[in-house]
């Protein structure tokens, strides 16, 4: 159950703070604080959109608990910018906060003995439409992680090592799109136990690189991290919701 509730907390959390924020609000909210509410608003919109399937009283307040956390959070995280130009640090010490704070209120959701569950009227319909509605709801939650958000926490992670030519080699965002592929099939493969398979999947992917690996060292190791990074959130995802 602790699984279920983690679950349902991230897959709010990639709504409210990536999907439901579109790339000028995240710019302007770096040094408009009525920008960042704003982003907060939708946050917390976020969260009451995924509480509708599974309402109740204690999921209620605990999506208003992680949103009333998400606005000091970010609060925090807006005052340390102007003292630092780390964006990286600050973002990755942002999402941990989050994540540590959805794994504190499932724990408190547990030990109160709260178990969460599908509205019977949502239950009946869903049934109808799907055959294993649990599991259509996990693999929506591993889509959704699997783009947006890890793009971003590779890309903060990645960028210090990113060789000052490699912009001039892909357009409108063609690389990162690439990547959410490369981790959906990852995850479609390891869901029917080909593993090996995986394998081809990177090798596809470096042949179109092959000249620019084999020739500059510091590309070839800006994408190689970026790959291996990309392979292991697709796993951990994988882990967290099956």
Known sequence: MFESL??????????????????????????????????????????????????????????SAMALLHVFVDSCKFLCARKTKHESILYYSDQIVHIASMIAISLVLLNAGYSIRVL??????????????GAA???????????KPINVTIKQLTIKFKPEKADEEGRNNA???????????ILILISINQYAAIG???????????????????????????????????????????
């Not at 579109?22 to 939708?42: E, R, V």
């Not at 239950?123 to 055959?131: D, E, M, P, Q, Y």
């Not at 690389?175 to 099939?185: D, K, M, S, Y």
């Not at 999947?201 to 970026?226: D, W």
Request: proline share 4%; hydrophobic share 55%; charged share 10%.
């Open 120 to 133: 019977p009227g949502v239950n009946r319909v869903l049934t109808t439409i799907l055959k294993n509605p």
């Open 6 to 63: 983690l679950c349902f907390f991230l897959i709010s959390h990639a709504l409210g703070d990536f999907y439901f924020q579109s790339s000028h609000l995240a710019c302007k909210k770096q040094s408009s604080y009525k920008h960042l509410l704003l982003h907060c608003l939708y946050y917390l919109l976020g969260m009451f959109v995924c509480v509708i399937p599974f309402w109740s009283f204690p999921l209620l307040m605990a999506a």
């Open 200 to 242: 081809l999947v990177l090798t596809a992917k470096s042949v179109a690189r092959f000249n620019k690996i084999s020739e500059e060292k510091p590309f070839a190791e800006y994408y190689l991290l970026g790959t291996l990074l990309s392979t292991l959130a697709a796993i951990i995802l994988y882990f967290i919701f099956t």
């Open 137 to 147: 709801f996990r693999w929506i939650g591993l889509i959704l992680l699997a783009h």
């Open 175 to 185: 690389g990162a799109f690439i990547g959410t592929l490369e981790r959906l099939i």
